[in-house]
């Protein structure tokens, strides 16, 4: 059950999330968010429309044998009764009764344009709809929400239908009414004055819904929980059609940090980042960086002055402690980099500096002069610690010397294209040729590259090249474009990403390989030469 039946967290990701373009859930992947979602502790998961298709009829099927939740009540998703059809023979509504959820979020109009354009009924027989619906699923044993679509469209068109909507649903029995601002239209401070004036005209519970087309849905649900709404819905990460549904994780974490309201069970929003991330995997959707809380960025520093005031005190650049998500403060070094950078970065890698302001200095010199020819660190931490590695010691770390490599592609007579390499590389004292093929010279390149040094370096079996990106730099000096390529790298255990530059991008390539390797033979625990 929820933490609290005072206030409501609702998430709607399984439905109103998989809403998104480009996003298809499958019946399995929705099981496995639903795992996660109550791990983090919502306190409703709303499943979807079981009997509108067939994969949500099975994904209600299968959750009534393998779904069992800790923390959230399932919901079922659907409309109030057809026009002119008694509740207890409408098949929609039958669906609802028999999906096995304890609770069931009814949509119903309550912008009455819509009941006219789209319902193609009377304004009284919508609320008839209304009435009857509930009352029948409440008869029949299961908690009830209504969902009041485009409401404030409604409630600007016709204030009073708007508001009986509301009254009917809550005489009828219904726990809540969400207000839904459908189409994302609303501002903060108009949103919060009709909460505010519908509270006073009723005495209903009321919940909140909101899209973000005018990248209010976070502002605009904190703005009707401050004018008196206790049930709350949104999406993991924000998915949802168009621009998307209001942050779950982004208003749980105000709500729990700002406000200092419990509405998780204690220490749950700990795993935010972890839970949105693995979300994010199981939707094949690429997290933003700069989500607020638990993207990578939002708690990393680039600039120089940020980060001298960082070693200071990181509350003076930090609104929150990223350990209070499950996040954690990254240093990125770049061209804005200053000392105080370099240092806390080591920090990070677990590389002790120790003050050397001479050594720091290089370090930040040497940062500067190479993201001035292209290179970027950023998101390139593998290469970063291989450079401070090589500033520390004098030398760079190396298993291996890369002394000759060639790439070719041919097209045959059957259209078939075939890529082959050939690398001379000498580790351990041993001059090794290796050829290798692939679906791109950097595939052929990267695997006649391993096959030799697999001979002398069986550790690197378990490496895998787990993304490969290519930017194309603007031309400098007249001589064209300056290719960068960032790879990252996993050996089963964690990742890294390398960075190399290079006119060309073989050569650019190479560059981010051979680091990709170097970085994963010292995980491995081998020496250098």
Known sequence: MPVSDSFHIYDTTLRDGAQQEGLNLSVHDKLAIARHLDD?????????????????????????????????????FGATRRPNVKAADDALLGALRDSGAPAVTLVAKSFDRHVDLALKTTLDENLAMIRDSVTHLIAEGQRVFLDAEHFFDGYRNNRAYALE???????????????????????????????????????????????????????????????????????????????????????????????????????????????????????NVNPSARQPYVGVSAFAHK???????????????????????????????????????????????????????????????RVKEMESRGFTFEAADASFELLLLEELSGTRPKFFTI???????????????????????????????????????????????????????????????????????????????????????SDGKGEWNTVGVHENVIAASAMALEDALTFGLLRQGRKPE
Not at 437 to 449: E, K, M, R, S, Y
């Open 40 to 76: 983090l502790g919502v306190g409703f998961i709303e499943g979807g429309w079981p009997g509108a298709n067939p994969k949500d009829t099975e994904f209600f099927a299968r959750a009534k044998k393998e779904l069992v939740l800790k923390n959230a009540t399932f919901v079922a």
């Open 165 to 283: 909507v509301v009254r009917v649903a809550a005489e009828a029995g219904a726990d809540v009414i969400a207000l839904c601002d459908t189409n994302g239209g609303m501002l903060p401070d108009e949103l919060s004055q009709v909460v505010h004036d519908v509270l006073t005209a009723s005495s209903a519970r009321l919940g909140i819904h909101c899209h973000n087309d005018t990248g209010c849905a976070v502002a605009n649900s904190m703005a009707a929980i401050a004018a008196g709404a206790t049930h709350v819905q949104g999406t993991l990460n924000g998915y949802g059609e168009r621009t998307g549904n209001a942050d779950l994780v982004t208003i749980i974490a105000n709500l729990e940090l700002k406000k200092n309201q419990l509405v998780l069970p204690p220490q749950s929003l700990r795993e935010a980042f972890r839970i949105s991330h693995a979300i994010a995997e199981v939707t």
């Open 303 to 365: 600039a120089g002055l940020h980060a001298s005031a960082i070693k200071v005190d990181p509350s003076l650049y930090q609104h929150e402690d990223p350990l209070s998500v499950g996040n954690d403060m990254r240093m990125l070094v770049s061209e804005m980099a200053g000392r105080a950078s370099i240092e806390l970065k080591s920090q990070e890698l677990g590389i002790d500096l120790k003050g050397d302001r001479e050594l720091i200095g290089r370090v930040v010199d």
């Open 403 to 489: 002394e000759h490599w060639l790439t070719t592609t041919e097209r045959g007579e059957d259209q078939s294209i075939i890529t082959k390499a050939e690398v001379t590389v000498i580790a351990l004292g041993k001059k090794i040729s290796c050829e290798g093929v692939g679906n791109g010279p950097v595939n052929a390149f990267d695997t006649a590259l391993r096959s030799g040094l697999l001979q002398l370096y069986p550790e690197l079996s378990v490496l895998e090249l787990t993304d490969y990106k290519v930017r194309i730099l603007e031309g400098r000096l007249g001589t064209g474009a300056i290719t960068r390529v960032l790879v990252e790298t």
